[in-house]
């Protein structure tokens, strides 16, 4: 544990209260990609199999399963509350989000650092989460004008990522622990595709002016 990972792990539990907040609170989705809600599903369960098995501390089995729970419950709320989920804009959601899922197993397949069941699973979640706000990126540039709630989840979502990178390079250099390109080269991945996102974010903030993307 170091400050970064600390700081990435309440960044990203941030994003979910948020989003979460968003739900309860507006009874709304509006603005918010099923698919990739859907993602992050299968993301947090190929990634954290091992809690079933193993055990590291009462901090990582307690912030896996709120990562498995939060996950599933924004996809049941989108999907079957009856309220929630007249607000998804299926017309606008429309990201073939399956092509992302078996290009990302077929080279978890490939590239891996073990051959095993668990360790496929987990690099394939890796390679899964780099690109599963793609379909969420292209939801908001489609709607164009975005709420404050959807804005601060997604740039929330994107600083977590950011603050993994430094935590990985602290570790590396601090810890001397060794260089892991797989999970190394996903984060940079998925830290690039907010770039755009961030810089309309930040530019909106500065000029509090509501967030807008270019179609």
Known sequence: MNVFRLAGDMTHLLSIMVLLLKIHSMKSCAGISLKTQELYVLVFATRYLDIFTTYFSFYNTVMKIVFLVTSFSIVWYMRHHKVVRQTYDRDQD?????????????????????????????????????????????????????????????????????????????????????????????????????????????????KREKLQLPA
């Not at 969420?136 to 989840?153: A, E, H, K, P």
């Not at 190394?184 to 998925?190: P, T, Y």
């Open 94 to 206: 429309t990201f073939r989000h399956h092509l992302l899922v078996i290009p990302c197993f077929l080279l978890a397949l490939l590239i891996n650092h073990r051959f095993t069941v668990r360790e496929v699973l987990w690099t394939f979640s890796l390679y899964l989460e780099a690109v599963a706000i793609l379909p969420q990126l292209v939801l908001l540039q489609r709607s164009r004008n975005i709420d404050n709630l959807t804005g601060n989840y997604v740039f929330f979502l994107g600083a977590y990522r950011g603050l993994y990178l430094f935590n990985w390079i602290y570790r590396y250099m601090a810890e001397k622990s060794q260089l892991r390109w797989i999970p190394w080269i996903s984060g940079l991945v998925q830290t690039a595709l907010y770039a755009d996102f961030f810089y309309y974010y930040i530019k909106s903030w500065k």
